[in-house]
């Protein structure tokens, strides 16, 4: 049975970075365990991995490394993103500048640009 670990209740290697490099662009495995760590804006890059059915401006990003695991027990680490304006599918690679907040019920990356960089077709 694959596992979803989710960062915030209502959606279904973490590293300091106190004057990280605006140019690095953080997959979500990086970023995920330890959002508090990341202060300020950044780049995430990611899988849609499908869009909230109680927020529709929330969506959730997934590892790009996620794609490649075919076992039952993946452990996937999922990141709300909320997105103003277009959102992307299921499937989208995307890479997001934003910033981390806590609203008390979790993290949540408020995204101020999202850019589509292609679609892998995933499955159902």
Same mark, same amino acid.
């Given at each position: 049975?694959?596992?979803?670990?989710?960062?915030? &209740?209502?959606?279904? &290697?973490?590293?300091?970075?106190?004057?990280?490099?605006?140019? !690095?662009?953080? +997959?979500?495995?990086?970023?995920?365990?330890? /959002? &508090?760590?990341? !202060?300020?804006?950044? !780049?995430?890059?990611?899988?849609?991995?499908?869009?909230?059915?109680?927020? /529709?401006?929330?969506?959730?990003?997934?590892?790009?490394?996620?794609?490649?695991?075919?076992?039952?027990?993946?452990?996937?680490?999922?990141?709300?993103?909320?997105?103003?304006?277009?959102?992307?599918?299921?499937?989208?690679?995307?890479?997001?500048?934003?910033?981390?907040?806590?609203?008390?019920? +979790?993290?949540?990356?408020?995204?101020?640009?999202?850019?589509?960089?292609?679609?892998?077709?995933?499955?159902?």
């Amino acid at each position: 049975m694959k596992r979803f670990i989710i960062i915030m &209740a209502f959606i279904a &290697a973490g590293m300091a970075v106190g004057g990280c490099d605006k140019g !690095t662009v953080y +997959g979500v495995n990086d970023v995920g365990s330890d /959002p &508090a760590a990341f !202060t300020g804006a950044i !780049t995430v890059t990611g899988i849609t991995a499908g869009v909230s059915q109680q927020d /529709p401006t929330i969506f959730g990003l997934m590892d790009m490394k996620e794609l490649q695991c075919s076992s039952p027990n993946c452990n996937k680490i999922i990141i709300p993103i909320r997105c103003q304006g277009q959102m992307p599918v299921r499937g989208d690679e995307v890479r997001v500048t934003g910033s981390f907040s806590n609203d008390g019920r +979790g993290y949540l990356f408020s995204a101020a640009k999202v850019k589509v960089v292609k679609n892998h077709k995933i499955g159902g």
